[in-house]
């Protein structure tokens, strides 16, 4: 069992640009949830998708967006980036609404 | 609003000394509560949700809603111990949104 596996490990982008970030659960699982993760800080809840729909949002703007894909992988889109956009974001995937995490490996977003 | 509170950013302690990692919350509702830990090079991973009121790793802790802690306790520590522990909340049940506290890092000096 690979776990949850995120791509790309690392990147690098300018301010101004967007992003994609992609998620694959367990198999088997249906929730994936994102977290972003700024140096110093404990996880920051983004989002949560369970079949398919959105059933969670955190505190960010707009320009953060996500959506789940049939096979319950999931995206996460950051528009117009900014500096403070850098951080790891993790993913993370569960059976079942309410049921136990885990985590991918994240991907680390640099923004120069 | 939901917080959660870990005061110490780093702990050191001796090997076979005791462990505890301080957690505080606010919340006005009745929250689930769990350690996540995440050792050298490896994912974050559950350590232990009060609801399980088991023992992991010889680590415990004990909701204590008067005192709105949740704090982490182990009699003898290891040096295998040493890692980052998170607490984290959850304001409703079958949500996945967890709040975090800032993390503490415990370092097991053998």
């Known amino acids: 069992d690979a776990g949850v596996t995120q791509s790309p490990t690392h990147l690098i982008k300018t301010r101004g640009q967007h992003v994609t970030l992609r998620c694959s659960p367990i198999s088997g699982h249906k929730s994936v949830s994102w977290y972003q993760q700024v140096l110093g800080q404990g996880p920051q809840f983004i989002f949560q998708y369970y079949e398919k729909e959105e059933r969670g949002r955190g505190n960010f703007p707009d320009r953060f967006s996500a959506r789940q894909f049939p096979n319950y992988s999931s995206e996460l889109n950051v528009n117009a980036l900014l500096l403070g956009d850098s951080a790891l974001y993790l993913c993370?995937?569960?059976?079942?609404?309410?049921?136990?995490?885990?985590f991918g490996s994240g991907t680390q977003l640099s923004v120069l | 609003a939901q917080r959660v509170t870990q005061p110490e950013k780093l702990l050191s302690v001796f090997k076979g000394a005791p462990v505890e990692l301080k957690c505080n919350y606010s919340y006005s509702g009745s929250p689930e509560l769990f350690w996540y830990v995440q050792y050298s090079r490896q994912r974050l991973q559950l350590l232990l949700r009060?609801?399980s009121r088991e023992s992991i790793k010889g680590f415990t802790a004990d909701l204590n809603k008067g005192e709105t802690s949740f704090h982490l306790k182990k009699p003898f520590a290891q040096e295998e111990d040493s890692a980052m522990y998170y607490c984290a909340l959850r304001p409703q049940t079958g949500a996945n949104n967890l709040f975090f506290g800032t993390g503490t890092r415990l370092t097991v000096i053998p």
């Open positions: 993370a995937s569960s059976g079942a609404q309410g049921e136990k995490l885990f």
């Open positions: 009060h609801i």
